[in-house]
């Protein structure tokens, strides 16, 4: 079955420590794919994306992702994160172009200052 | 910048109650989908809204389930007759195209506690 897996379910880091959050997907076609950021009491927001094209895609507030085909996987990357990157992430999937997003189950994180 | 917009925040009601959970998407948007998700799981897909009907629908939306957009701007969530196991926060999500070319942006949630 169609399937976005998040391996970490939380995660706690120093301010300044480097993030990487792991995402792996289970569809051999054509896939967008997103994470999503959910900060305590806020909506869901998008925090990159990938359609096409380089592989490497940027994102806001200094997040980055790399989509690597041959592994299935999307990892969201920080080099050094801040108090106020504690929130929720969701890594999320389309896959061959269908109408909707398959979530992974989301990785809490919590930076200490 | 236009944001999707959801009311009620929170909701509480009896088992067998019908609810009306309601989503305001942004203006220009055409596609429209209701999301939810139940305490530790995971967010999932339930239904996705275009040109007046429903384009496509999850397992989860079955029968107990209806969507509407009674005018140019509201997109409801119906559920007839709530169940215990429907308490989740519910999104909803707007784009002005397909999901695999266009971004979804998301409301706030509406959090519905069924007793």
């Known amino acids: 079955a169609q399937s976005v897996s998040q391996h970490n379910h939380h995660v706690i880091l120093s301010e300044a420590a480097s993030l990487e959050l792991g995402c792996n997907y289970s569809?051999?076609?054509?896939?967008?794919l997103f994470w999503y950021v959910q900060y305590p009491g806020q909506h869901l927001q998008l925090l990159l994306k990938y359609f096409s094209g380089d592989p490497l895609v940027k994102g806001i507030k200094g997040f980055e992702a790399e989509f690597i085909k041959s592994k299935f996987s999307f990892n969201l990357r920080k080099p050094s994160v801040q108090w106020s990157d504690t929130a929720e992430y969701f890594c999320?999937?389309?896959?061959?172009?269908?109408?909707?997003?398959?979530f992974g189950k989301g990785t809490r994180l919590h930076i200490l200052p | 910048e236009p944001e999707v917009t959801q009311t009620p925040s929170h909701q509480v009601t009896q088992m067998g109650q019908e609810v009306i959970l309601r989503c305001v998407p942004i203006s220009n948007h055409l596609y429209f989908y209701w999301y939810r998700q139940i305490l530790g799981q995971k967010v999932e897909f339930l239904v996705s809204?275009?040109?007046?009907?429903?384009?496509?629908k999850s397992e989860i939306f079955d029968d107990q389930f209806s969507v509407e957009r009674p005018d140019g701007s509201n997109f409801t969530l119906k559920i007839r007759s709530t169940k215990l196991e429907d308490s989740a926060m519910y999104f909803c999500a707007s784009s002005d195209g397909l999901a695999g070319v266009e971004t979804q942006y998301f409301g706030p949630g509406t959090r519905l506690l069924v007793l």
């Open positions: 569809y051999g076609g054509t896939v967008n």
């Open positions: 999320a999937v389309i896959m061959n172009r269908d109408d909707k997003i398959i």
């Open positions: 809204f275009y040109n007046n009907e429903i384009s496509e």
